[in-house]
């Protein structure tokens, strides 16, 4: 077992988010679920940016606001194929969290 004294700092997280077979709705709830997430944040951070600064283009959120919008597409025409083909889905995601050094 790996115990951190109290002036060690763990540097790395890593989490099973996601990891089993799925039908296709399932997969469809669980993944747009995660994008429209990420999309209501990205949105959330650019209002409180332009709260401030009417003027501020936030190209960074509005960039990754339109790629995410971009796969969710791509999942829907996926989600689409797999429920005409009556196939299962095995999903498997991992996140890695890393401590940025100042």
Known sequence: MNTLTATQTK???KINLIDG???ASET?????????????FH???RLC???????EACSYDSGRI?????EKEKLNAFIKQVREQGG?????GNIEITLLEK
């Open 11 to 13: 540097k790395e997280q």
């Open 43 to 45: 949105k959330i951070h």
């Open 28 to 40: 469809a709830d669980i993944l747009r679920g995660m994008i429209d997430k990420k999309i209501n």
């Open 49 to 55: 940016i332009t709260e401030g600064d009417q003027d």
């Open 88 to 92: 299962a889905l095995k999903i498997k």
């Open 21 to 23: 077979i799925f039908t």
């Open 66 to 70: 339109a790629e995410l919008m971009q």
